[in-house]
């Protein structure tokens, strides 16, 4: 089992920055991705972006550009820099870890409010 932790979350203005983290904790065998992914009130949810153990990254095109994800592999956390934010990027934003070969673990959420 993985247990993933998010925080960092909250209101953020319009052309702000917020950085959200992801603390990984358990059993990280065969963890070889991580991401973010967001649902806004009736939407499905998305990836936002995603980090491979080899540093290797994917982001939604809604993001690239704003967002950087990256690792502390030391600590086992992920993070997510959110800058030049926009309304649409309010969500509820998820921490993943994905095993081999096809099992993945959520973090409960946390809440990103964009607005003046």
């Known amino acids: 089992q993985v247990q993933l932790v998010e925080s960092g979350g909250g209101l953020v203005q319009p052309g702000g920055s917020l950085r959200l983290s992801c603390a990984a904790s358990?059993?990280?065998?065969?963890?070889?991705?991580m991401g973010w992914y967001r649902q806004s009130p009736g939407k499905q949810r998305e990836l936002v972006a995603t980090i491979a153990n080899s540093g290797s990254t994917n982001y939604a095109d809604s993001v690239k550009g704003r967002f950087t994800i990256s690792r502390d592999n030391a600590k086992n956390t992920v993070y997510l820099q959110m800058n030049s934010a926009k309304p649409e990027d309010a969500a509820v934003y998820y921490c993943?870890?994905?095993?081999?070969?096809?099992?993945?673990?959520w973090g409960q959420g946390t809440q990103v409010t964009v607005s003046s």
């Open positions: 993943r870890a994905d095993r081999f070969p096809n099992d993945y673990y």
């Open positions: 358990g059993n990280m065998f065969s963890i070889y991705a």
